[in-house]
């Protein structure tokens, strides 16, 4: 069992900056994938990045490419998502998940899920 607890969420104008933190439980984090998906009022839940277990492979959804950068530190459980030159339609709640052994960009292929932390873009 993975437990996974996003932080580092607010409200900041556009253009401004924030990074979340996805602080996981257990003893396994290293075998992993990781990924950062959103959810906005009124719409379905959707993909923003992913990290690899292994050798820091990434992937970004299109509306956040150049802006978005994924990471994580294994000896910290933690995988990051700094969020860069914010829009207002980046406003969302933003779930982290965790893939077993996984390099996935669909929801359906991650095994835990985080309670989301809340993202708030002033236009």
């Known amino acids: 069992q993975v437990q996974l607890v996003e932080s580092g969420g607010g409200s900041v104008q556009a253009g401004g900056s924030l990074r979340l933190s996805c602080a996981t439980s257990?003893?396994?984090?290293?075998?992993?994938?990781m990924g950062w998906f959103r959810q906005a009022p009124g719409k379905e839940r959707e993909f923003v990045a992913a990290?690899?277990?292994?050798?820091?492979?990434?992937n970004y959804a299109d509306p956040v490419k150049g802006r978005f950068i994924i990471s994580r530190d294994n000896a910290k459980n933690t995988v990051y998502l700094q969020m860069n030159s914010l829009k207002f339609e980046d406003t969302a709640v933003y779930y982290c998940?965790?893939?077993?052994?996984?390099?996935?960009?669909?929801?359906?292929?991650?095994?835990?899920w985080g309670q989301g932390t809340q993202v708030t873009v002033s236009s």
């Open positions: 257990g003893r396994t984090f290293s075998t992993y994938g």
């Open positions: 998940a965790a893939a077993s052994r996984r390099f996935a960009t669909t929801s359906s292929s991650y095994d835990y």
């Open positions: 990290i690899g277990w292994i050798g820091g492979i990434t």
